[in-house]
């Protein structure tokens, strides 16, 4: 079965520290999509990262990066020098290709960060 | 295009009412998805919609919940007979099809209250 776990239910930091988002996926397929949403208090979704199964080249955006290692079926998320406005609940979400692309997402149970000031 | 557009924000209803909720998505998006998500949880799927054509419902989707999407631009989820454990909040969502592994655009969702 396909799955996503995200462990950390809450973590609070103090501006300006650095902070990493766990997920771990599970699926028997070898072509799959891993992204990460943002659930800011206003209820929408915000599209962060996409990454698919073969490309497991870390990426950074900014004072986001993300690093996938297929070994430990890991996709995690750092945000360096966190800021107030990065609290939200963060999702890390799961799609298959195989069977066909039906864009549908599996998520995680989500991890709320509150970054103080 | 202002993005994927949900009415109402809040909808408080008396057990056993019914309801309907409305999604547009972005005008060039041919897919539509419908999610539940429930405090503390991820947003699980509930059906999506390929131009007029709904492709999947999920298990979640019981007899009392239907949705449509007549002539594949805005859609309509509606429940029946309102349970208690309908409250959540309902997200909508659109890509396009070519699109779809690059991430929706998501709406900012219907918050349900069954009292």
């Known amino acids: 079965a396909q799955k996503v776990t995200q462990a950390q239910t809450e973590i609070s930091v103090v501006e300006k520290e650095d902070v990493t988002l766990d997920c771990v996926y599970e699926t028997r397929d070898t072509t799959y999509y891993l992204f990460w949403y943002k659930q800011p208090p206003s209820g929408e979704l915000v599209f962060l990262i996409r990454r698919n199964s073969f490309d497991e080249q870390n990426e950074i955006s900014g004072r986001y990066s993300w690093n996938f290692q297929k070994s430990t079926s890991s996709f995690n998320f750092t945000i360096t020098a966190s800021q107030v406005v990065d609290s939200a609940v963060y999702f890390c979400a799961l799609s298959e290709v195989v069977g066909g692309n039906t864009g549908k997402l599996i998520f995680g149970q989500g991890t709320t960060l509150q970054v103080k000031p | 295009d202002t993005g994927v557009s949900q009415n109402p924000r809040h909808k408080i209803t008396k057990r056993g009412q019914n309801v309907t909720f409305r999604c547009d998505p972005i005008s060039e998006h041919n897919r539509l998805y419908w999610y539940r998500q429930t405090l503390g949880q991820g947003p699980e799927f509930l059906t999506y919609?390929?131009?007029?054509?709904?492709?999947?419902k999920s298990r979640l989707l019981s007899d009392r919940f239907s949705a449509e999407r007549p002539k594949g631009s805005f859609s309509t989820l509606e429940i029946q007979r309102t349970e208690q454990g309908d409250s959540a909040m309902y997200l909508c969502a659109s890509s396009d099809r070519d699109r779809v592994d690059y991430g929706y655009t998501f709406g900012s969702g219907t918050r349900l209250t069954v009292v």
């Open positions: 919609f390929q131009n007029e054509a709904q492709l999947e």
